[in-house]
């Protein structure tokens, strides 16, 4: 957990969040117990960053045992904090007027839930890291070829996207998070 002093991304999603609502105040857990490193934002880029960290948290929120910065007490409070950091995430990509990010982050949001859910330690970091690699440019039709083969059954297309070192830590920080086996 990184150190507790100037406000960082995650913390500063936080205590929005808190302050939005006494609801996900309850959910935050304390700053001496955050996971304070953005994960994903970093790779958008600028623009994108706290977006799709809040779009990352809400899907932690989502399917992960906690968040980096939330534990809903229930699967209810969990689901709509999590819809919340969702849409709020969008809100803030939206402002940079990119169009093709936003689709790209709401097909990630979905089809990363779907991989989730109907298979459990799934190949979804490497589909939130060719998406933000997408975001931050240059841009081309591999990631939706991918996401397209993904659909069909088939992760090949994604894993090759994502075949590379630098992929290393950021996919071995989300197994971390989502509780998967190394």
Do not use: K
């Not at 659909?151 to 998967?180: I, K």
Request: net charge negative; proline share 5%.
């Amino acid at each position: 957990m990184a150190g507790v002093g100037a406000q960082t991304m995650i913390g500063a999603i936080a205590e929005s969040a808190s302050q939005s609502s006494r609801v996900w105040s309850r959910c935050a857990v304390a700053p001496a117990d955050r996971y304070d490193e953005p994960l994903f934002g970093p790779i958008a880029g600028g623009a994108f960053a706290e977006g799709v960290e809040l779009i990352y948290e809400g899907f932690l929120v989502h399917h992960a045992p906690r968040g980096r910065a939330f534990a809903a007490p229930d699967r209810e409070q969990g689901l709509l904090l999590g819809d919340y950091l969702y849409a709020t995430g969008l809100v803030h990509v939206c402002r940079a007027g990119d169009v093709a990010a936003i689709a790209a982050l709401a097909d990630l949001v979905s089809l990363a839930a779907h991989l989730r859910v109907e298979s459990g330690n799934a190949v979804d970091g490497e589909l939130w890291l060719a998406t933000a690699r997408y975001i931050a440019g240059p841009r081309d039709a591999g990631l939706q070829q991918a996401r397209d083969a993904l659909r069909a059954g088939d992760p090949t297309l994604l894993l090759a996207l994502v075949a590379d070192p630098e992929a290393l830590a950021p996919l071995a920080e989300h197994r971390r998070l989502m509780g998967d086996a190394a």
